[in-house]
């Protein structure tokens, strides 16, 4: 399932006790953990019905207690368990649960409260798809995907993000901020973090106009390396010496080799 059809779900309160989430884009990954927990927990309740816990260092006893514990004046009670060796592909099999912990665990989450809503989280990884746990979840629960936004979606999300510094831009060049940013460049690992970082910048930048323009992206927007060295080698040849010393402490300025 991907994040969308997630947050209908929890919108629905179908929700099922058991989850992975997994993929790329982390920010969605974020910001879909967040909105679960601002719709289903109080804030004023959140440290007794909303746990955090590292997969590195858990143990099995937190996991049972912090499942156990009832909920506090609530419906629901959510825990979160990140990055568990066990569950990342290629993950350091030494830390985490030990193998009959694990063994435990899949059968515990089968039999899950319905007031709990657990949620293993796996970032800058893939999951590991033959482990006995990810295939436990994915018959009881379920396998949330945060991949990359495309199309419609990532133009509307980056067309709201200049609307929320009271900017405008054109559908022109919201496609032509995408394709500068390198975001689905297959040789880098960007995610709309990044994306929302290079629009900060812009807007800081553009401070009198709100018209964001195409001159606005190439004077602000990082550029990868290779888009440097060929746009430097391009000013050497058009015997632009200020454009071409600009290039060269662009890369200069970012540590580039």
């Not at 989850?19 to 007794?48: A, H, P």
């Not at 143990?59 to 499942?67: G, R, S, Y």
Request: hydrophobic share 35%; charged share 30%; glycine share 4%.
């Amino acid at each position: 399932m991907d994040w969308k059809e997630f947050m209908s779900k929890v919108k629905a309160n179908e929700l099922k006790s058991v989850y992975l989430f997994c993929g790329q884009e982390v920010y969605l990954l974020d910001y879909t953990l967040r909105f679960v927990k601002e719709r289903l927990i109080d804030e004023n309740l959140e440290s007794l019905n909303y746990v955090v816990l590292e997969g590195e260092e858990i143990v099995l006893d937190n996991i049972i207690d912090a499942c156990e514990t009832l909920p506090f004046m609530s419906e629901k009670k959510v825990v979160v368990i990140k990055d568990l060796p066990q569950l990342v592909e290629g993950g350091t099999k030494s830390a985490g649960l030990k193998e009959g912990d694990m063994k435990f665990l899949c059968k515990y989450i089968t039999k899950l409260d319905p007031y709990v809503c657990l949620i293993f989280t796996i970032k800058g990884g893939e999951a590991a798809k033959n482990s006995s746990l990810y295939k436990t979840i994915k018959k009881v629960g379920d396998i949330v995907e945060f991949n990359k936004l495309r199309g419609t979606d990532l133009n509307s999300w980056v067309e709201e993000k200049f609307n929320s510094f009271n900017k405008n831009i054109s559908r022109a060049n919201v496609n032509y901020f995408i394709q500068q940013s390198y975001y689905f460049d297959s040789n880098n690992h960007k995610t709309l973090y990044d994306l929302e970082n290079e629009i900060n910048k812009i807007c800081n930048y553009r401070t009198g106009n709100k018209e964001i323009t195409k001159e606005d992206i190439d004077n602000i927007l990082s550029k990868s390396l290779e888009m440097n060295i060929f746009n430097l080698i391009a000013s050497i040849s058009n015997k632009n010496g200020e454009e071409a010393l600009r290039k060269f402490n662009e890369i200069y300025l970012s540590n580039q080799p």
